[in-house]
């Protein structure tokens, strides 16, 4: 479709642009602490119209700007998922003390920066926005993990995001880069077309190409062994940026190279047809099976030596793409699906853990397991949320969680493959047990009530409340949220 009629497509995006345009001209003429507000406000204004702009798009699946991006009903679902995770941190963030001194409103704006971003990896066609809505989002990541500005380990944890970030993203770029020289395009579906018939002799330049691009996908979804930067990045970053960041981010990743790589190095440019196609010398599913296996181990394996509450969640995240990577080994509608449904519940249970870690640092200044001891008694409200949120990331009935990981299994049973993976990700499930377990050992065994009580805060308990409803109701009742993940499963291909 030609740029101009491109345009009505283009609106939530265009959104986002106009707002982060004007939040900067707003931050040239309006002064003092009504500016936070004001841009606060006009953020979440942004977020709302670019929702209703989302549901009015009615066209089943449309290809824009040439080619570039898709407007379908897969880059929708995780459009909505990057908007509510947004929304969330959105609606705590003024109440976390850890931003106090700091200018809250250009936080703000690289959050929409970064929503941006992901808007533009749920869609792209095309090797060259693939790079760049990467970069974009990267950039406002890393200005976002070191905006504490006058605490060390933030500062730290932004120097570490960039030189990973820069390395794995040269990497990527150099991978992008031999795929075009195979293909002689950037269209993601010239190339599975030159892909599906390149000569014996480009084999070892397609394996290496291959590898290079799955090393920038990699870093983007925290997967073993480009895992490294995340326990150092989650910790230093503000608590709101870290819960952010294993969830949206992380989203954006899959939704980006499960649709890049599932075109390209798919026997079908149709996702819904298609197996992994086999580059010689490179089984593509026993690969990622070997890459799923190893980031679920590495994982819950390092979390259970944690003493911080960030480092944990912050190695239970990597695990966690390591259990959507079990279904990713076979590319059908059933596997993209379980993976789909597994990011929609895994948006809850971790922001809500996170919430919960917010809360109690909040109150106390606590960042270590133990010394959250007696809290069960002193908010059991907040306490009991967090032991839902961590039974659902183990995945224990009767919570969404369980669900999510009985629909990932599943693909694997029903495809009668990678049996190992399946009794892999068992274990690994008991392991998680084990560590999430310690904290609520911690909050009702370790102290005896006192009486004391922690005044709750409306706008956080709300939250944390709010996110908890989820996770019990789709743990009993996940019919509507699986039928519109079945209903999303439909992508732009070039047959349409």
């Not at 003092?32 to 406000?41: A, F, H, S, Y």
């Not at 990527?172 to 075009?180: A, K, Q, R, V």
């Not at 939704?255 to 010398?281: M, Q, T």
């Not at 809500?352 to 909040?362: D, S």
């Amino acid at each position: 479709m030609p740029n101009i009629q491109s345009l009505s497509y283009f609106l939530p995006e265009l959104i986002l642009t106009a707002s982060v345009v004007v939040i900067i001209l707003l931050d040239v003429f309006i002064k003092g602490r009504n500016r936070n507000r004001i841009v606060w406000l006009l953020s979440l204004v942004a977020l709302f119209i670019a929702g209703t702009f989302l549901i009015l798009q009615k066209s089943p699946s449309e290809a824009i700007f040439y080619g570039a991006l898709a407007i379908d009903p897969y880059s929708r679902f995780f459009k909505w998922i990057f908007l509510v995770a947004t929304a969330v941190i959105y609606l705590v963030s003024p109440y976390t003390r850890e931003l106090d001194e700091n200018p809250r409103h250009e936080y703000y704006l690289f959050l929409l920066v970064v929503v941006f971003g992901m808007f533009l990896m749920a869609s792209a066609l095309d090797l060259i926005i693939v790079y760049l809505s990467l970069e974009i989002v990267s950039i406002g990541s890393f200005i976002l993990a070191g905006f504490l500005k006058k605490d060390q380990l933030s500062s730290e944890s932004s120097l570490k995001y960039v030189i990973y970030g820069a390395l794995s993203s040269g990497v990527m770029l150099y991978g992008l880069s031999l795929l075009f020289g195979i293909a002689g395009s950037t269209n993601v579906f010239d190339v599975q077309a030159a892909l599906s018939g390149v000569p014996e002799q480009a084999h070892l330049t397609l394996s290496i190409a291959l590898l290079l691009v799955l090393t920038g996908f990699g870093y983007k979804i925290a997967m073993v062994p480009f895992h490294f930067w995340t326990p150092d990045v989650y910790q230093g970053a503000p608590t709101t940026i870290t819960a952010y960041l294993s969830v949206a981010p992380k989203a954006a990743g899959f939704a980006l190279a499960l649709r890049i790589l599932g075109i390209a190095f798919g026997a079908s440019p149709d996702l819904n047809l298609g197996s992994w196609l086999p580059v010689e010398g490179l089984p593509f599913g026993t690969l990622i099976a070997i890459f799923s296996a190893a980031t679920m181990t590495v994982g819950n394996v390092i979390a259970i030596q944690q003493s911080s509450v960030k480092r944990m969640l912050a190695y239970s995240s990597i695990a966690h793409a390591g259990y959507m990577l079990m279904a990713a080994t076979i590319l059908n509608a059933q596997a993209l699906g379980a993976i789909m449904f597994y990011l929609a519940v895994y948006l809850f249970m971790n922001l809500g853990a996170f919430l919960v870690a917010i809360f109690i640092h909040n109150q106390y200044g606590f960042n270590e397991i133990d010394e959250w001891k007696g809290l069960g008694f002193q908010a059991p409200a907040i306490a009991v949320a967090m032991g839902v949120f961590l039974f659902s990331l183990t995945g224990l009935p009767p919570t969404a969680g369980f669900v999510g990981k009985v629909y990932l299994f599943s693909v694997l049973i029903e495809a009668n493959q990678f049996w190992w993976l399946v009794i892999l990700g068992v274990v690994n499930s008991v392991i998680s047990l084990y560590y999430y377990i310690r904290i609520l050992r911690v909050m009702f065994l370790d102290a005896e009530p006192t009486g004391e009580t922690i005044a709750d805060h409306p706008a956080l308990t709300g939250t944390i409340l709010a996110l908890m409803i989820p996770v019990l109701l789709f743990g009993v009742y996940w019919t509507p949220l699986m039928k519109l993940v079945r209903s999303s499963l439909e992508f732009h291909s070039p047959t349409m």
